[in-house]
């Protein structure tokens, strides 16, 4: 009885220690593996460009006590934008309706409303824009100014652009390019190091900067309905900044 028990005993740890071993991960170490010394530098440049394009919206807004009156009148005065803005020199290609909605007015709760209060549709409001996108940039005041004669009364954000902006982006990876490696020629000075070749080229982006020009709509369209020799507003372009972000990583060895 005593050798059983022993045999037993011992059947128990083995069982244990190959559990104990199979739960071990096994590592392979591979000598021939051989981490190659590397430098990673990064550049960035800015070009600046003239702003050669402009977007503007010209809205007209109307209000009325039905649906299709206030209609009516939107599409009555847009008619009259358009012409006005064609008389002026927009041409068919450089404009396309951005927007157009009408939707109820509601009747404000007044402030000791019964509890049985509702609230009712007092009129509807109509509107309608137009988005602007042309090369004409000396003509936008004189735009601005005959759209609000002819009855816009909302006038939208000014976006200033570039009509071929893949020609500055270009300029600008060129640039953050070179400056990347005038970097790492100076860290592998410093570090006595050499330069043997590149191994990865990174360009994190070149994104184009427009010039916004913000226009408060109806407060600016009631100056220039103050006078009735109303001037054109003067709008100027500005520049237009192009930023690029390069990332070289070179091989070196002492």
């Given at each position: ?180 490696r005038g970097y790492a020629m100076a860290a592998a000075e410093a570090a006595d190091v050499r330069l043997v070749s590149i191994s990865a080229v990174q360009v994190d982006g070149a994104s184009v900067q427009p010039v ?43």
């Amino acid at each position: 009885a005593w050798r059983n028990s022993t045999r037993m005993i011992t059947m128990k740890e083995l069982t244990l220690t190959l559990l104990f071993l199979a739960m071990i991960p096994s590592i392979t170490v591979r000598a021939d593996v051989v981490v190659e010394p590397t430098l990673s530098v990064r550049g960035e440049a800015t070009v600046k460009a003239q702003a050669d394009q402009v977007e503007i919206r010209i809205g007209v807004q109307t209000s009325a006590k039905t649906a299709k009156n206030a209609l009516q009148e939107n599409s009555r005065l847009m008619n009259e934008v358009r012409k006005q803005l064609a008389r002026e020199g927009l041409e068919q290609i450089e404009f396309k309706t951005g927007s157009f909605s009408i939707h109820p007015q509601w009747s404000q709760r007044p402030r000791q409303a019964s509890q049985d209060w509702k609230a009712m549709i007092v009129g509807y409001v109509a509107s309608n824009h137009l988005e602007v996108e042309t090369s004409k940039l000396e003509k936008i005041g004189e735009w601005i100014n005959a759209a609000t004669e002819a009855g816009a009364n909302n006038i939208g954000q000014l976006r200033f652009s570039l009509q071929d902006p893949d020609s500055f982006r270009n300029q600008a990876i060129k640039l953050a390019t070179q400056k990347a490696r005038g970097y790492a020629m100076a860290a592998a000075e410093a570090a006595d190091v050499r330069l043997v070749s590149i191994s990865a080229v990174q360009v994190d982006g070149a994104s184009v900067q427009p010039v916004l020009r913000q226009r408060s709509g109806m407060m600016e369209m009631a100056k220039l309905q103050m006078s009735d020799g109303a001037m054109a507003p003067q709008v100027t372009a500005g520049e237009i900044e192009v930023r690029a972000n390069v990332s070289l990583s070179y091989k070196v060895e002492n």
